[in-house]
């Protein structure tokens, strides 16, 4: 393999028609330069330089060489440059993805930071649930992913991947205005057994929670709408057509909607969900960003 600093050298010579004026220009003495051309000649197995007592000169293979090492090096300046500019965060890429009621009130303030702190990085974001984030970050589609899980749920494949607690909250019951109650106490999930609920999409996997904690406190929910947002699940409780569990970070004030915590709840871990290797510096400051806002939300 060709050495850079030995084609520099040679360049050097190709300039200045001299070792002696090639050292000088490299700062170097010109023993140390005619040594780093006679290595350069035995790596390549080609004479390079005619050498004289007064003078040197190019061979053909020489000045071959020395024409298309000035590319080379332009070239290899061009890509010191350029992982510079990723390792000090002036260039590159970070490819986001998120579940849609983390995406607003997580997601979004820490990229604008992020934006505001490096606008030299290309920014990306698609709207994911775990389920597609999880395999989609071990893959290389995303260089990070905001999942979540729920403690009573089978956790995912996750081999190849680390996961950082970002955030711990509770499912709370909504209650819609003919459920309304004044206790604040833990409800009971089986007094509402006989409720038409409204849950989100799907009835597996990830998104199965009203019907596996249902079970867990004795029933088997009747849903009667579904939805694919928390957003439209919460509209519905609040036009009366049922409860539902949300968890605590889409519960925000709604006229109509009453919140109580219950004694069958469960928690959902907020997770940083990278691959296991050693991230890249676009990837360390986006999760030192996540966590000193998640830091000042705890407070």
Same mark, same amino acid.
């Given at each position: ?27 170097? #003495? ?6 780093? !051309?006679? #290595?350069?000649?035995? #790596? ?25 090492? =000035? ?13 510079? =500019? *990723?390792?000090?965060?002036? =260039? ?15 997601? *979004? ?24 984030? /999880?395999?989609? *970050? ?7 992913? !905001?999942? $979540? ?63 596996? *904690? ?55 871990? !907020? $997770?940083?969900? /990278? ?25």
């Amino acid at each position: 393999m060709l050495d850079p600093q030995k084609l520099r050298v040679l360049r050097e010579v190709a300039r200045s028609g001299s070792i002696a004026g090639a050292a000088d220009a490299l700062g170097c #003495t010109a023993s140390a330069a005619s040594q780093q !051309i006679s #290595t350069l000649e035995r #790596t390549l197995g080609a004479s390079l330089l005619e050498r004289s007592p007064r003078s040197v000169r190019l061979t053909e293979a020489g000045r071959v060489l020395a024409e298309r090492a =000035d590319r080379v090096l332009v070239e290899i300046a061009s890509a010191e440059r350029a992982v510079a =500019d *990723v390792a000090e965060l002036r =260039d590159g890429r970070l490819r986001v993805a998120a579940f849609s009621s983390a995406a607003g009130t997580l997601v *979004v303030p820490a990229l604008r930071t992020f934006r505001q702190r490096f606008p030299g990085i290309e920014l990306s974001f698609v709207e994911v649930e775990p389920e597609d984030a /999880v395999p989609a *970050v071990a893959a290389g589609e995303f260089d990070l992913a !905001i999942t $979540h899980q729920y403690r009573q749920l089978p956790r995912p494949e996750i081999s190849g991947l680390r996961q950082f607690l970002l955030h711990s909250e509770d499912l709370l019951l909504a209650l819609p205005p003919r459920l309304h109650s004044p206790d604040r106490s833990p409800a009971r999930l089986e007094e509402f057994a006989d409720a038409t609920w409204i849950s989100t999409l799907m009835p597996v996997g990830f998104q199965a929670l009203t019907e596996l *904690v249902c079970r867990a406190a004795g029933f088997e929910p009747r849903i009667g709408f579904r939805a694919d947002t928390y957003d439209l699940v919460l509209a519905f409780v609040a036009a009366d057509f049922g409860p539902a569990l949300v968890p605590e970070l889409v519960a925000q004030p709604r006229a109509g909607v009453t919140y109580r915590p219950f004694v069958e709840s469960t928690q959902r871990d !907020i $997770h940083i969900t /990278v691959r296991d290797v050693e991230p890249s510096p676009a990837v360390a400051a986006m999760i030192d960003i996540f966590r000193t806002r998640q830091g000042r939300l705890r407070r």
